[in-house]
């Protein structure tokens, strides 16, 4: 016991005194935020707001309906020109126009006005089109109320009166599935993030020990067992440490802001958090994400072990044995995606509920609710399930660590892995 | 009473037969050559002498107790052929850890390690890395690393490769040392004449077989061929044939003879100095243990082929 204390606390003290624990434990977080803002940033961007010239051949689209339905909204611009069909095609570049548009006469406006070509010096996105179709549908709106007697009160009254839903839990009247979801969102892909960068980390360990021929010194003086098992936990805490510092991160940025006081952005996002710890149960969220990440921490990088030691230095090798291992993190990944549709299907429920998907599935649905969406004996089962999973992998990648850690040539392939992990000593 | 006994030891791998019953026994504070060809099955042994491997069948008797890893590798130096340190860590830190791992106090540790880093004029190395060392020296750092907890069995594997003359002979005075002080060595090597000078007992094996086992001396013994070299002016013109020897060669003034069977050496002597012959020398040639070994692995395939193993 006291040996694998001794492995396990250089494993850590080695991982995060290295320059690049603490530059990824800074930089994960900024990185993070910058690709959400960056994201949003450049979508910004890249919308353009389109001038388009209007050609009125119809009537209706006079100077003043149009310049009514520019001051509703700006996301386009309608100019009325007098200018000629030919010489907006001939000039439109040396005009300030992007694009324009030709009304047609209408013989019967019941009819509306069908497929009205935009035209323009470029393609033009149906994104950047779109609120040009909407514009000249404000003015057909004011057009089609006149034509029908509709009064302005009137039309105030049909946009005010209208239904709109709101999904409600009658089990707990404080969830709200949007923040729900975006926490299950964030806190599945955590998970699954954490699962392959520290999973293969515990390969690569694995290998170096291996290649390094340390491992033959070491198994001289411990149990390759022992070694194995204070790889895994040596390296489970420093990704702990990792998600503790960036948890703790969180909290100073959260409280920093706070106190810098007031601004209408500051209380909004100060308000936007309080509303997330009201209306799910942190405490419980908390818990079950350490529980989770370490128990699917467990599971995955001790397949990721027995890998390692199965292999030599080439990293292709190891790349192909561990290929159903990370095809099986990234199947979750997709289940996960399934059951944040619906949280309460079949696929989440059995996702959530076997080992291999379980860690990233369930905690994607925890925040939903426990018991009004996850009912306790589904954590209960899935829990208990996850810990028999892991027990059973370690001790089915013992066996193969056991013999692969010291046998050098050829790459075993999965079948013999099998053989080496269930034959006799 | 024997430190270490192995009974009817035994390790089949799918292919191989790598240890196929072998027995001896090696005494405390001797030193014991392993010796065999390529892929005899040396390797194997040692690891089940480690406790890396458990044997298929038969016993390891450890200082008069049956063989308990758990407990016993405490008490065993191992310094594989292939040396192995983590190239990344510090040096220090790391002979820290290794003895830590062999059960040694951190301070006990500590202390044991400035002693021999003193020794063997290592004390700046503390804070380097193993990666910043050259090929001898990470040896010698190996060295310290398998000897530092004081172990009653130290197995060394080629200790001396990759080092220059001046630390062979640092090593090979240490290993003195350690056997004297009644610590037991075994090493294995290829190295003839190494063993030759250090070794008091070998055992060749071959094919996962004992083929020979005994002290250096009755090994040469057991397979001397009956030569001589004689010093003499003048060798008898011709010799008639009851002379109780025949001439197999001439070197440097020095006949090489065989003495025939049923002579002694005195018969050759009297023989010579009845025919008048001047004599300056008479030395017994005893085969050299590269001898012995080529001829007794000799027509053995070179490598070992795969075979179907029943077991």
């Known amino acids: 016991m006291n040996k694998i ?15 690049t624990f603490i530059i990824s434990t800074l930089l994960f977080p900024l990185l993070y935020l910058g690709l959400i803002f960056g994201i949003g ?9 389109l001038t388009v010239a209007v ?16 001051g509703k909204d700006s996301s386009s611009v309608l100019v009325l020109t007098n200018m000629k069909v030919d010489s907006l095609k001939e000039n439109l570049g040396a005009t300030s126009f992007d694009a324009f548009v030709v009304i047609p006469a209408i013989d019967d406006w019941k009819n509306g006005l069908r497929n009205i070509p935009l035209q323009a010096d470029k393609t033009l996105g149906m994104e950047t089109a779109m609120p040009v179709q909407s514009k000249l549908n404000n003015i057909w709106g004011e057009i089609k109320n006149e034509k029908l007697g509709i009064s302005d009160s009137t039309i105030n009254q049909l946009e005010s009166s209208q ?13 709200d599935s949007k923040i729900a979801g975006t926490i299950g969102y964030v806190a599945g892909f955590l998970i699954y993030f954490i699962l392959l960068i520290y999973g293969s980390q515990v390969m690569m360990g694995v290998m170096e020990e291996k290649t390094n021929r340390i491992a033959e010194v070491i198994v001289s003086s411990v149990k390759p067992f022992q070694l194995m098992l204070g790889k895994i936990l040596g390296i489970g805490l420093v990704a702990l440490t990792q998600f503790f510092l960036w948890i703790a991160f969180i909290f100073i940025v959260y409280n920093v802001t706070k106190a810098s006081g007031a601004g209408d952005s500051v209380s909004g996002m100060v308000g936007g958090v309080q509303k997330v710890f009201s209306s799910i149960n942190v405490p419980l969220v908390l818990f079950c994400f350490v529980f989770y990440f370490l128990g699917g921490f467990f599971f995955y990088s001790s397949l990721y072990a027995a890998i390692g030691s199965a292999v030599n230095e080439d990293m292709r090798e190891a790349q192909s044995l561990s290929f159903p291992v990370t095809m099986l993190v990234i199947f979750s990944i997709a289940l996960m995606s399934m059951a944040m549709n619906d949280p309460t ?13 379980s860690p990233i599935v369930m905690m994607a649905r925890i925040p939903y609710g426990v018991p009004g969406t996850v009912p306790w004996w589904h954590l209960g089962l899935s829990m208990a399930l996850l810990i028999a999973g892991f027990v059973f992998t370690t001790w089915f990648a013992g066996k193969i660590y056991r013999t692969g850690i010291l046998m050098y040539g050829k790459k075993p392939t999965w079948k013999e892995l099998i053989k080496w992990a269930f034959r006799k000593n | 009473m024997p430190l270490l006994e192995l009974q009817n030891l035994k390790k089949y791998f799918a292919t191989q037969k790598a240890v196929d019953d072998i027995s001896l026994s090696i005494e405390p504070g001797s030193i014991f050559g392993l010796l065999g060809p390529n892929g005899a099955g040396k390797t194997t042994l040692i690891r089940m002498i480690t406790g890396i491997f458990y044997p298929d069948e038969g016993q390891i008797i450890f200082d008069g107790k049956k063989f308990d890893p758990v407990n016993d590798i405490g008490r065993i130096g191992y310094m594989p052929e292939e040396r192995g340190l983590y190239k990344k860590m510090k040096i220090g830190e790391q002979t820290l850890y290794l003895a830590q791992l062999k059960g040694l106090t951190r301070s006990d540790a500590t202390k044991k390690i400035k002693e021999w880093f003193i020794r063997f004029e290592m004390e700046s190395w503390w804070n380097k890395k193993v990666e910043d060392l050259s090929k001898g020296m990470q040896q010698k750092l190996q060295f310290v690393t398998t000897v530092l907890h004081e172990p009653k069995l130290i197995i060394l594997d080629e200790p001396f490769s990759g080092l220059d003359p001046v630390n062979s002979n640092l090593i090979k005075e240490e290993i003195y040392k350690l056997a004297q002080s009644g610590t037991t060595v075994i090493f294995s090597t290829h190295r003839m004449e190494q063993v030759e000078e250090i070794c008091s007992q070998i055992v060749l094996v071959n094919k996962g077989q004992k083929i020979l086992d005994g002290t250096v001396k009755e090994v040469k013994q057991n397979f001397k061929e009956n030569l001589f070299s004689i010093g003499v002016n003048q060798l008898p013109g011709s010799l008639n044939g009851n002379s109780p020897f025949e001439v197999v060669g001439n070197k440097e003034q020095a006949f090489v003879v065989r003495i025939k069977a049923g002579s002694k050496p005195n018969d050759v002597l009297q023989y010579l100095l009845q025919q008048g012959s001047e004599i300056h020398s008479f030395n017994e040639i005893l085969p050299s243990l590269n001898d012995i070994f080529i001829k007794l692995v000799e027509g053995t395939p070179t490598a070992r082929q795969f075979q179907q193993v029943n077991n």
């Open chain 1, 5 to 19: 204390l001794l492995i396990i606390k250089r494993e850590y003290l080695t991982k995060v005194r290295k320059k």
């Open chain 1, 41 to 49: 940033y450049l979508g910004e961007k890249s919308k353009k707001n």
């Open chain 1, 55 to 70: 050609v009125d051949s119809s009537g209706y689209f006079d100077a003043g309906r149009i310049a009514r339905a520019n």
């Open chain 1, 163 to 175: 239904v709109t839903i709101k999904p409600v839990n009658i089990n707990d009247e404080n969830a």
């Open chain 1, 345 to 357: 299907g079949p696929i989440a429920v059995w996702g959530s509920i076997i080992p291999f998907s």
